[in-house]
């Protein structure tokens, strides 16, 4: 086991909150005007990935091609959809297990990060109330190459003086543990079965993560 830990990388939708669901109904919404259909599982391949890319995939899946104006009207009416939806969120939205890792770790002199693919996650984080236990965010607005690049979680270790072997990435998404391990990190995936084959260690959710193993 690699003692050797001295930052933890996190994902924020799916991992820190729960509004992959929200990224999902506004994406349905999305795709019915495009009356391309669209469910759950579709929905998988869009996790981690940026909006840009989930909208060329959803033009994907249902074959289709629209003009350069469409496409970004329907980047600011997901983004709308979205929005909307998350207006209410708050502490209640945290993912198990989140608030007391953030405090062990803080506790314990381990740098804490927030890797997301999301142009939102400063605004969910600040909503959230928990911007003060990250010494890095790193989101959307930051990165040239969108997750599986693993540009995100490699900026995010930089900026926390680290390197990738010293970190652990928390990812809840196919996208995101490609991304990890194409850096070098440690991946634990949380609270997503599918990526049990994938990743170094797989958890329900984060209660059950035990620090000591790693720090
Ligand atoms: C995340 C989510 C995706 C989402 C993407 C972009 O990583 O897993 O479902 O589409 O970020 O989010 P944004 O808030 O910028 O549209
Ligand atoms: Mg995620």
Same mark, same amino acid.
């Not at 939708?13 to 992959?20: A, I, K, N, R, S």
């Not at 391949?45 to 909006?51: A, E, P, T």
């Given at each position: 086991?690699?003692?050797?830990?001295? !930052?933890?990388?996190?994902?924020?939708?799916? /991992?820190?909150?729960?509004? *992959?669901h @929200?990224?999902?109904?506004?994406?349905?919404?999305?795709?019915? =005007? %495009?009356?391309? &259909?669209?469910?759950e599982?579709?929905?998988e391949?869009?996790?981690? =990935?940026?909006?840009v890319?989930?909208?060329?995939?959803?033009?994907?899946?249902?074959?289709?091609?629209?003009?350069?104006?469409?496409?970004?009207?329907?980047?600011?009416?997901?983004? *709308?959809?979205y929005?909307?939806? =998350?207006? *209410? #969120?708050?502490?209640? @939205?945290?993912?198990?297990? /989140?608030?007391?890792?953030?405090?062990?770790?803080?506790?314990n002199?381990?740098?804490?990060?927030? !890797?997301?693919?999301?142009?939102?996650?400063?605004?969910? %984080?600040?909503?959230?109330?928990?911007? @003060? $236990?990250?010494?890095? =965010?790193?989101? !959307?607005?930051? /990165?040239?190459? &969108?997750k &599986?690049?693993?540009?995100?979680?490699?900026? !995010?270790?930089?900026?926390?003086?680290?390197?990738?072997s010293?970190? #652990?990435?928390?990812?809840?998404?196919?996208?995101?543990?490609?991304?990890?391990?194409?850096?070098?990190?440690?991946?634990?995936?949380?609270?997503?079965?599918?990526?049990?084959?994938?990743?170094?260690?797989?958890? &329900?959710?984060?209660?059950?993560?035990? %620090?000591?193993? $790693?720090?």
């Open positions: 086991m690699n003692k050797q830990i001295k !930052g933890l990388i996190f994902d924020l939708d799916g /991992v820190l909150v729960t509004t *992959e @929200n990224h999902f109904i506004a994406w349905k919404n999305t795709s019915d =005007i %495009l009356g391309i &259909p669209f469910d599982e579709d929905n391949q869009l996790k981690g =990935i940026s909006r890319d989930s909208l060329k995939k959803i033009l994907e899946m249902g074959k289709k091609t629209i003009s350069e104006e469409m496409f970004n009207e329907l980047l600011r009416k997901k983004n *709308e959809f929005l909307n939806s =998350i207006q *209410e #969120i708050n502490q209640s @939205n945290l993912l198990p297990g /989140v608030l007391s890792l953030l405090q062990t770790a803080n506790f002199g381990l740098k804490c990060a927030v !890797g997301s693919s999301s142009k939102n996650a400063r605004f969910i %984080l600040s909503k959230l109330q928990i911007e @003060n $236990y990250f010494s890095v =965010i790193v989101d !959307g607005n930051d /990165v040239s190459f &969108p &599986p690049h693993p540009e995100v979680f490699i900026r !995010g270790a930089e900026l926390m003086g680290l390197i990738p010293e970190c #652990i990435v928390f990812e809840d998404a196919q996208s995101g543990v490609q991304a990890a391990k194409a850096g070098g990190f440690t991946a634990i995936g949380v609270g997503n079965p599918a990526l049990m084959d994938f990743v170094d260690s797989y958890l &329900p959710n984060l209660n059950e993560f035990s %620090l000591e193993e $790693y720090a």
